[in-house]
């Protein structure tokens, strides 16, 4: 046999050995608890400036839970103006789909570093809210996008999505309650409580409005140290 087709032999012998994909998620190693949920098929209208994406530059590697089970290194993305968790997976015939998950065991799931969990409100509906901290009070923040048209006076109809929008919320047990500046933040932990939160905000110059998370979350962590008796 002659030398080169022996070489030719052994290199497809390899190719043949290696994975099918390279992509964090394949259709071989799918879960059936992960990929439970209907085809994401929202199409934003023709032109339209902006994304319906929380990560708006594309998918990011991320976890999922599903009831009690962590799926790690999934592709995913958060659409906060139809409030669906997307996931992203190579089908059988090796393309890209989209899937929409279902809300029904979902728990949480992390993107960009920041934890989102689903929780059920008294009158059974679900809403999606990034999370900070694990004590008894935590802090919910629930992101939404509008879509308008980006010129009204133009005949173009040109759509654009709005800038990510944020409304702030602090969870006590099965209490949630809406707050926008230091004083309504205030309002929410009982009265004996509220001079050394006052105090707290005061020190660290914190304005609640602008805080970044990490600021934010050592906040929440001081008033659970607080309430640690209670």
Request: glycine share 4%; net charge positive.
């Amino acid at each position: 046999m002659p030398k080169w087709l022996c070489l030719l032999l052994f290199f497809i012998k390899i190719m043949q050995v290696q994975p099918q994909s390279t992509n964090f998620i394949n259709q071989q190693r799918l879960d059936p608890l992960l990929i439970n949920g209907k085809i994401y098929d929202y199409q934003k209208p023709p032109q339209a400036l902006g994304s319906q994406y929380f990560a708006e530059l594309g998918f990011r590697i991320g976890q999922v839970t599903i009831d009690t089970m962590a799926f790690d290194r999934i592709l995913l993305n958060y659409d906060v103006f139809n409030q669906k968790l997307v996931i992203q997976f190579t089908n059988k015939a090796g393309g890209t789909s989209l899937l929409s998950e279902s809300q029904a065991w979902l728990k949480s799931f992390i993107l960009e570093g920041r934890l989102f969990v689903l929780i059920m409100h008294d009158d059974s509906s679900k809403r999606i809210y990034q999370v900070l901290g694990k004590g008894k009070t935590q802090l919910l923040f629930y992101y939404s996008k509008e879509l308008r048209l980006d010129n009204p006076s133009s005949a173009s109809k040109i759509y654009a999505f709005s800038p990510l929008k944020r409304n702030s919320y602090i969870k006590t047990g099965e209490k949630i309650l809406a707050y926008r500046t230091n004083k309504g933040f205030l309002a929410a932990f009982d009265k004996t409580l509220q001079p050394k939160i006052k105090a707290y905000l005061k020190e660290h110059h914190i304005k609640v409005r602008k805080a970044d998370d990490r600021i934010l979350e050592a906040l929440i962590d001081y008033c659970n140290t607080l309430q640690h008796d209670d």
